[in-house]
């Protein structure tokens, strides 16, 4: 099934608020800050909404199928919406939509009760490492450029963000993205944390605002999406996810970013309730054999 042109919406999907007392941050590869030092300079969001897409003004229909169609910076900005001004859904594809938006909620809500001692476990390990915040967040971008604040576990020292300058030289992507398989700057639990991916636990809760989904392309930073290629907007079609094609290859660092982006691409072209059962199976495979980096 193609849902590149599709998304269904939830009436909880806007930007989430998170407490003040909660630690801010940086991704795998980024730097880690303090929650009250957040912010998104107004022409950041103005390279993601001109990076991305155009919001349409009704429903959550997203990008179209063909990359060739989506707007570079600096064309006709309503040429987007004027291609789907007719455009109207199957029906088969909103139910799927909605067993898929229905199955996010179940589970991560399942799983936010049944893991909750080992949130307690997690959070108490990185309190007692530095004695700093046990959370961070960061903005990302999600559907249709849609910006939203997304949650983890700390992993890094409290100072990251001072610390990647210096570190820049040594990124290992060859894209708009910072990865470091080594980064100095990771603690001892955040080693053990992101081996067996536990940092991510948190994101259940931005599934469950509406956010994110438990399957879907990774969000990205807006920095990233602003020197995205005009090919790679297509993954914005849907809600980002805690879990991707990307996410379950073997070696996944050593892939190219445009290789990355393919698999991306793959999920939105072949998207299937069987496809998404598929991908969370196997990605409990790699969390258990503790693969994360």
């Not at 999600?142 to 604040?149: P, V």
């Amino acid at each position: 099934m193609d849902i590149a042109g599709t998304e269904l919406g939830s009436a909880g999907a806007g930007t989430q608020e998170l407490p003040r007392d909660v630690a801010g941050g940086d991704d795998r590869g980024g730097s880690e800050r303090p929650i009250g030092n957040e912010s998104f300079a107004p022409a950041e969001a103005a390279q993601v909404a001109e990076a991305v897409c155009r919001q349409m003004e009704a429903g959550e229909l997203a990008l179209a199928a063909d990359s060739a169609s989506i707007p570079a910076p600096g064309h006709d900005p309503d040429a987007f919406e004027r291609e789907f001004r007719d455009f109207e859904l199957e029906l088969s594809t909103l139910v799927r939509l909605s067993l898929k938006r229905a199955f996010d909620v179940l589970a991560s809500a399942a799983a936010l009760l049944v893991l909750l001692p080992l949130f307690l476990l997690v959070a108490a390990l990185i309190k007692l490492t530095d004695g700093g915040p046990i959370f961070f967040f960061q903005r990302r971008v999600g559907l249709r450029g849609q910006t939203f604040r997304m949650l983890k576990f700390r992993s890094m020292v409290i100072h990251a963000e001072r610390l990647r300058p210096r570190l820049e030289v040594r990124n290992e992507s060859n894209g708009p993205v910072f990865k470091m398989r080594l980064d100095p700057r990771v603690t001892r639990v955040g080693r053990f944390i992101r081996r067996y991916s536990l940092d991510e636990l948190p994101q259940l809760i931005n599934v469950l605002a509406g956010d994110m989904s438990i399957v879907g392309p990774r969000p990205s930073l807006p920095s990233e999406v602003a020197r995205y290629e005009p090919w790679q907007y297509r993954r914005f079609a849907v809600r980002p996810g805690l879990t991707c094609f990307w996410q379950v290859c073997p070696r996944r660092y050593l892939i190219s970013f445009d290789e990355w982006m393919r698999l991306d691409l793959k999920y939105v072209d072949d998207w299937s309730l069987r496809l998404d059962l598929d991908l969370i199976r196997r990605t409990l495979g790699v969390v258990l054999r503790g693969t994360g980096e």
